[in-house]
């Protein structure tokens, strides 16, 4: 009983903040309910106009594409990084400092700042890279697709790969020194040894990493927000961007929430991917 009575403030603010708001939206989503305006209950509408939406269709396009592209560039870069400094020196730690450090600038100031930097006459990477012969400094790189692409990844990649590198470099720092030796004194080469005794170790740790960036991934909103506006030409709206677009832009609350409820089942298939895989990884 007194269990339940010190439980019941958590289970206040769980329905307070996600099973009512969860509710609500659901219950939105099943009408045409116009940011100002009275609703109308339409049933499963919203639903049926989703799945022939062809903005949206491209949105989700766009964000699965994206999902693939930087998935396996913070994945083997963290992999990378944290073999790099695994080794508990001053030196080492030193550089665990500045690759994490980038982890604690948010999202939308980590925008801004490379937004700066790539902007065509002042920006400092542009200037740089132009006296260098290497870019045009007068271009706008954010007025064509690939481009803005490109520098979206690099911010991204900066911000966050820090947290992945430390995530691996604690699994790696969970196996046990005596393995690795084991298998060196049994004739084990240093690839032999990475391959077949590290990578199935860390697999719990890499299937965390991997849901961590993908679910990041498909939420995308704030460095499109900021840095390429959806554009050029709508070709980087991510899922995230559309509903915000039709919630707070076109005021059809109805359909957003439509939206979002069906996003909410993508990542759910996500995380029932991510319990999947780390059961997996147990039974190995």
Known sequence: MLGLLLSLPAFALLGLFFIWPFIRTIYMSLNDWPLLGTPEFIGFGNYVKAFGDDQFIRAVGFTFFYTIVITPILIILAFGLAFLVRKGTRAHRFFQTVYFLPVVIGLASGSYIWMFMWQSDIGPTTQLLGSWGLVDPQKNYFADFWTAFAIVLGMVTWKVVGLQMLLVLSGIQGIPDEVNEA??????????????????????????????????????????????????????????????????????????????????????????????????????
């Open 183 to 284: 298998a060196r004194i049994d004739g084990a080469t240093g690839w032999q040894s990475f391959w077949y005794i590290t990578v199935p170790l860390l697999r719990p740790t890499l299937a965390l990493v991997l849901v961590f960036s993908v679910a990041g991934s498909l939420l995308a909103f704030d460095q499109f927000y900021i840095m390429t506006t959806g554009g050029p030409a709508g070709s980087t709206l991510t899922a995230v961007y559309e509903i915000y677009r039709n919630g707070f832009v076109k005021f059809d609350v109805g359909y957003a929430s439509a939206l979002s409820i069906l996003l909410m089942l993508v990542l759910g298939v996500v995380s029932a991917g991510q319990m999947l895989l780390l059961r997996n990884s147990d039974n190995a």
